[in-house]
């Protein structure tokens, strides 16, 4: 399991979707095919007007805008938006858990 809202923050964090405590939408440039190839739906998809094409013709996020609703992420058709993280209840995250537990066991911890 992964968990968001680590408090330190470090400029050189390899993990930078980690620091804030809420979801909030990630952008995966190497599967965006740009706008000359899919249309880019995800524009036409944001409610806010957060997302703007680049010279490129991938988009620009106004993070400020954004509220991380996640219309953009499911009108991308090559996953390159995605919303990470996800509110969760204790007996959720230990439903996940439980799936290792064969590993957890055999392993003495994990
Ligand atoms: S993010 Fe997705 S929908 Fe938007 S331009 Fe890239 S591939 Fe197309
Ligand atoms: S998550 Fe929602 S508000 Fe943010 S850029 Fe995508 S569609 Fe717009």
């Known amino acids: 399991m992964f968990l968001k809202g680590c408090p330190l923050q470090c400029l050189w964090c390899c993990n930078p979707e980690s620091q804030k405590s809420e979801p909030e939408l990630g952008f995966i440039e190497s599967r ?3 706008n ?3 249309g880019a739906p995800c524009v036409s998809a944001c409610p806010v007007g957060a997302i703007h094409l680049s010279g490129q013709g991938k988009p620009s996020i ?9 219309n ?5 058709g090559k996953d ?3 919303v990470v ?3 969760m209840t204790v ?4 439903a996940e858990v439980e799936k290792d537990r064969a590993f957890y066991r055999r392993s003495g911890g994990g």
């Open 91 to 94: 007996a959720e995250v230990m």
């Open 32 to 34: 965006c095919v740009g």
């Open 36 to 38: 000359g190839v899919c």
């Open 85 to 87: 993280g996800r509110e």
């Open 72 to 76: 953009c992420a499911d009108a991308c």
């Open 80 to 82: 390159a938006l995605k």
């Open 62 to 70: 106004d993070r400020k805008t954004c509220d991380e609703c996640g």
